[in-house]
């Protein structure tokens, strides 16, 4: 599967790598734990660009449990980035939809499609490869709601 649609993300990406490497110095360990989940999704995500990693790979990959983590513990996803996501945190306009969504609801949709991509890979014998579903759609969904957290977390306000 070809990452194309990654092509045009890469550059601001190392950007938001280096943010979110500061930003996780924080002396709230879930809070720093979320935001540490994300900065490594997104680098799954910009090494299997560079190195044409198959999906299954990256789907065995990425990580969700600093969320679940989060959730068990009751976080308040706000202390990730207070308020809702504004017109100037979104630099890709397929995540205009997203506007007015806080960090919460967000981090909902980001765990719920890695939850979903690692079912539909246990349903068809370990392997997307063979899949029905649009995979590359759906990695670059989440790739683009991951960015946007990014994004959002690193804005103003």
Not at 2 to 18: A, S, V
Not at 35 to 42: G, P
Not at 121 to 141: D, F, T
């Amino acid at each position: 599967m070809q990452l194309e649609w990654l092509k045009t993300g890469i550059t601001p990406l190392k950007d938001l790598l280096t943010f979110l490497n500061n930003e996780s110095r924080t002396s709230d360990v879930i809070k720093k734990q979320v935001i540490r989940e994300l900065r490594n999704n997104l680098n799954i995500f910009h090494n299997a660009f560079l190195n044409e990693v198959k999906p299954d790979v990256m789907i065995d990959l990425l990580s969700n449990e600093a969320i679940k983590e989060a959730i068990k513990n009751n976080f308040k996803f706000k202390k990730i980035k207070a308020g809702d996501i504004e017109p100037y945190h979104v630099f890709d306009d397929r995540n205009k939809k997203y506007i007015g969504w806080d960090a919460e609801r967000l981090i909902d949709k980001i765990d719920e499609k890695i939850e979903e991509l690692r079912n539909i890979k246990k349903m068809n014998g370990g392997s997307v490869e063979k899949v029905k579903n649009n995979l590359s759609l759906m990695l670059s969904n989440l790739y683009y709601r991951m960015k946007l957290l990014a994004d959002f977390i690193k804005g103003p306000k």
